[in-house]
């Protein structure tokens, strides 16, 4: 944990130097979360490439700015967040990402901590066969994820592909704990069975 603060407190600093690999490396790695999280947003692939153009625009000009408060990749992703919605604001299209709610059964299929009680079963082993089948159900979920409710899938970029905590995923969102986690429940219960269909 440690060593990741150190090796994000160095990257920042690099950035604040205009270090133009450090700035490559954060591009490559968050550039497409990005888009798709823009696209639970605003009305196109489009108008989301465009929002996280200028997310970019805005990291490189306020970056001597920013102070750690969050996580470096929770600051841009509240950034983007914040432009996305007042792209969907000017568009005429507003998404809530608060679908309120309580879930009697949260706890059915997932521990405390959001992870699965009972992970699906697993290929015994590997063969070109499945390697080619597994890439191939890879896009399947991928396209899974995309057809996800937007608050849904916000909540799922954010906390199982990009990893953050549900502190921030909550604080970049703007949800109450409870919240976040019914829409990561409902949309790993949607995964599932897409899963299940295609397994």
Known sequence: MLANQLQEKHCIQRLKAGDEAVFRA?????????IRMAAT???????????VQETW???LKNIGTFEGRSSLAG??????????????????????FDEGGEDDNLSTAFDGHGRWK????????????????GRGLAEHMRMAIDALP?????????????EFEPSEVCAILGLSDGNMRILLHRARLSLRATLAKLL
Request: hydrophobic fraction near 45%; glycine fraction near 2%.
């Open 26 to 34: 954060l591009y490559t790695r968050h550039n497409q979360p990005l």
């Open 41 to 51: 947003i605003v009305n196109s692939r489009a108008t989301a490439e465009e929002v």
């Open 57 to 59: 625009m805005a990291v």
């Open 75 to 96: 600051w841009i992703f509240t950034i983007l967040i914040n432009k996305a919605r007042t792209r969907a604001r000017r568009d005429g299209r507003s998404v809530s």
């Open 118 to 133: 009972a992970m699906p079963e697993l290929w015994d082993e590997i063969t070109p066969e499945r390697i080619v089948a």
């Open 150 to 162: 937007p608050a849904q899938r916000a909540v799922i970029v954010l906390r199982v592909q990009q």
